[in-house]
């Protein structure tokens, strides 16, 4: 069963929020019977009409995708750049990614049209572990891979303790290749982590997100993720809140 407004949001009549409004307002009905209780839940075989319209009712998906170097992880931009959603075919549903990677950042990244497990996947109170691979200018020492596991002072806030490893160091060119592990977030972290202990990133790749990995996919490929992969996630979430 899932609460009705979350149902109307899904099948892209309106936002959850003015769905809500919609319901309040006696617009919506339920098997032709008029609900004004946001708390109302309904059924797979349920018909939802608003304003007299039936609705389509999406089926959950859930993407992995190998996002290439530059795109932007959204939906739509306004200068005409590649978005990650131009590399998914084949999919009716509205999906969105699931946070973001920056625009020259490689990886992996997840997209869906299921709001609830997005916000379980996306909030740091959660601990969804990530990944990434970093080539960092600098022949990074010992003292800032332990800054970088205590955490670090970011624009006034300070990161979780991390998970860093020293994975090589090239010597004529002066660069080293560290794997991070982080469970936050914010905009432009993992950069902005390097940046802090004096390292600053040349390239940067998302490998893992939990325990998902490329596996063969190629930079603009992906696949569905299976319904264990989905339920495993969940699980994950709700045991660290």
Do not use: C
Request: glycine share 8%; hydrophobic share 40%.
């Amino acid at each position: 069963m899932e609460r009705l407004q979350k149902v109307i949001a899904h099948a892209g009549i309106t936002s959850r929020r003015k769905a809500e409004q919609l319901i309040v307002d006696g617009r919506v009905k339920v098997n032709g019977e008029t609900i004004t209780e946001l708390g109302f839940k309904v059924l797979t075989h349920d018909k939802i009409e608003v304003d007299g319209v039936p609705i389509y009712r999406e089926e959950p998906r859930y993407i992995l995708l190998y996002k290439p170097k530059n795109s932007i992880s959204a939906v739509a931009d306004d200068k005409g750049r590649p978005v990650v959603t131009d590399f998914i075919h084949g999919i009716e549903e509205r999906i969105y990614p699931i946070g973001r990677l920056d625009f020259d950042t490689t990886g992996l990244l997840l997209l869906t049209n299921d709001g609830d497990f997005a916000q379980l996947m996306m909030h740091p109170r959660y601990e969804i572990p990530k990944t990434y691979i970093a080539k960092v200018e600098g022949l990074i020492e010992p003292t800032a891979l332990n800054k970088l596991r205590r955490g670090v002072s970011i624009e006034g806030n300070r990161t979780s303790p991390a998970k860093a490893k020293l994975i090589s160091q090239n010597q004529d060119q002066s660069t080293s290749i560290v794997q991070l592990t982080i469970a936050e977030g914010w905009n432009h972290q993992v950069k902005l982590m390097f940046e802090a202990v004096g390292y600053p990133v040349i390239k940067l790749k998302r490998e893992l997100f939990a325990f998902l990995d490329l596996g063969k996919l190629q930079p603009g490929e992906w696949r569905e993720l299976t319904a264990f992969e989905v339920d495993k996630l969940r699980k994950m979430a709700n045991e660290a809140k």
